[in-house]
């Protein structure tokens, strides 16, 4: 594993943002982020100590999903929890939340792991467990850290900051990573902080950058920019779900026809209406066209969607030019850059609605 430093400039922008960060220390909102964390960690110490994974129940492991910051997309929980439990079993689930949080195993072999055998759960999921279980060893890998550490300028030195999904290797780096911010933050006088909590940190220049509002932050990608498939596929069913459609990952809708999305929603007069999503990265796209038309032979889809950056969905309307009007007129195309913006801000919307406590989780302690 290579060794990371902290150089003159970065330590200089962590100096920076000190202030920034004293003055959330002494805010009112510190005091009930306190108070929630403590909340977690107590959730947290009863249902996922090795005493309460040998008898977590179905209720039990929702909660533990429920209470994640990386699931506030979510609307409807108990979807995504179902989802977890139907594609990997509640067994399979304990026996590798059990080997995450305690196995005897180096951290980097045991995320591994759990990232091979449970599905559904991704990086941001997993590191936010780790962190309310193991704040002194472990941080939260997501986007806003991600974002907060490039401000700060190791996104030269760290390059896996502008990946979504990570080895066990990287993430022990990353955590590294976290300790030499710590370290800088103790040299300015802020003191005590586990790893959690340089992630509040991380929060508040993620804040700052955002509400400064730097061209840097809002300049449009290259054409042909790269995104994770598995985070775009998790994003538009999110999105579809928020929006009230019936949502499924990777359904098959026809005869040789397995697609990566799909909303589905009953309208009266007009019986079943389906929308599928094709995200395309790096595939082939002969083999794209072919599954979108295969798709289309059953009646009830009225729009097949290709989820892309610009470069490929450039390349994919050139290709279906010459093919049938029929086909051309029923494709559409989305950016993965205004999917996971669009995902952004539903993520805001959702921390709004949700302080007003309109629909009590299924899942409550």
Not at 119 to 143: M, R, Y
């Amino acid at each position: 594993m290579r060794e990371l430093s902290v150089s003159a400039e970065q330590a200089r922008q962590i100096k920076s943002y000190v202030p920034v960060f004293r003055q959330y220390l002494t805010s009112g909102g510190r005091e009930s982020d306190l108070e929630s964390r403590r909340e977690r960690v107590r959730l947290y110490a009863q249902l996922l100590s090795p005493e309460g994974l040998s008898r977590m129940s179905e209720q039990e492991f929702g909660q533990v999903v429920s209470s994640l910051w990386a699931t506030l997309l979510w609307g409807n929980k108990g979807y995504l929890v179902d989802k977890l439990l139907q594609d990997n079993g509640l067994p399979t689930i304990v026996e590798q939340l059990r080997n995450l949080l305690w196995g005897k195993d180096p951290l980097a072999i045991r995320y591994d792991s759990f990232r091979k055998n449970i599905k559904g759960l991704g990086p941001s999921s997993i590191t936010e467990i780790l962190a309310f279980v193991h704040p002194d060893q472990c941080g939260l890998w997501n986007d806003k850290a991600r974002k907060a550490l490039k401000a700060l300028g190791f996104g030269a030195s760290f390059r896996a900051l502008n990946k979504h999904q990570i080895s066990g290797s990287q993430y022990e780096e990353f955590n590294d990573l976290l300790r030499l911010v710590r370290d800088e933050l103790q040299r300015n006088g802020i003191e005590n902080l586990d790893l959690l909590g340089v992630d509040y940190f991380l929060f508040e220049v993620w804040k700052a950058e955002k509400e400064r509002g730097e061209p840097a932050s809002v300049e449009a990608p290259p054409s042909g920019y790269e995104f994770d498939h598995s985070e775009a596929i998790e994003q538009l069913t999110a999105i579809g779900q928020w929006l009230g459609f019936e949502t499924e990952r990777e359904k098959t809708v026809a005869k040789g026809a397995r697609v990566d999305v799909v909303w589905k929603a009953r309208i009266a007069n007009l019986g079943v209406v389906t929308y599928v999503f094709e995200v395309q990265r790096r595939g082939s796209l002969d083999s794209l066209i072919l599954n979108l038309q295969k798709a289309q032979n059953n009646p009830t889809v009225q729009r097949l969607i290709v989820v892309a950056n610009r470069e490929d969905i450039d390349r994919v309307q050139h290709e279906i030019a010459t093919l049938p009007e029929s086909f051309r007129r029923a494709v559409g195309f989305m950016e993965a850059a205004e999917a996971a913006r669009a995902a952004e801000l539903l993520s805001e919307l959702s921390a709004i609605v949700n302080k007003l406590e309109l629909v009590r989780s299924e899942f409550k302690v």
